[in-house]
């Protein structure tokens, strides 16, 4: 019996399927990457039915798939305690129109006053979304009921009286919440957004420190703090370049996931 002749030929055959399936994946991953490259980010709509979910439109699973061949990943602008006035919010929103990039503002409603309350208008006519940071910025989980409903509601009747429509979106002073405070801002209309990445300007005062931790706290999909004031607005526009040479598109949360987990 010729021992070569019987195990050389399924091997041949083996190795020719091999070839073959390298060969239509690698085109398979070509035509996903130029695809990929040529498309805009991916399109959620909030499902206010299921009380805030975030649903898909289109194709999510060829979004994903090219998304991960170029690397191409997302991550949402947030901007605590505005308006700051003296010309730091417009520096702000200047730079992310040069990226192309929305995001949420999440105001403290005792800094709208005379002289930034238009800034509301041009949020909002730039596309961003403006959320509510309560009234005062005080420790939410430590007041009464009342003085609770006075933060929150008070933030929101403030900011329809100037939109014309109550903000969807709330984030705590300094993050700290409690199911009580998270529970009385969903019957007040909003869904509670905290962050799960920390540019830390709220205390660095050179700017650069301010680049390095939002480089290094960002990932795919993350919710980056920010706030507004002159030292995140100096070094807003390199912070965001770097973050797009790693692949990253601005986006709101309706341009997220499904799964995307915002609290
Ligand atoms: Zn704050």
Redesign the pocket.
Known sequence: MNLQKTFTRPLRLARGHVIVGCALFALLASSLTLVGRGLPPPRFVLDRVTQGGLTPIGEYSWRKASDWLVGRKYAVLTF??GPYGHGVDEQILGVLHRHHAHAIFFL?CNHINDTTSHLLGVYEHEGHIIGN?SFD?LRLSELSDGALRDQVEGCSRRIASLTGHRPFYFRP??GMTSAHVKHFAEMSGMQQMLWDANSQDSWQTRPEQIRFWSNRDTDNLSILLMHDKPTTAAVLDQTLNDLEQRGFQFVLPEQLPPDTVTD
């Open positions: 605590d305690d403290v940071h910025h002073p300094f």
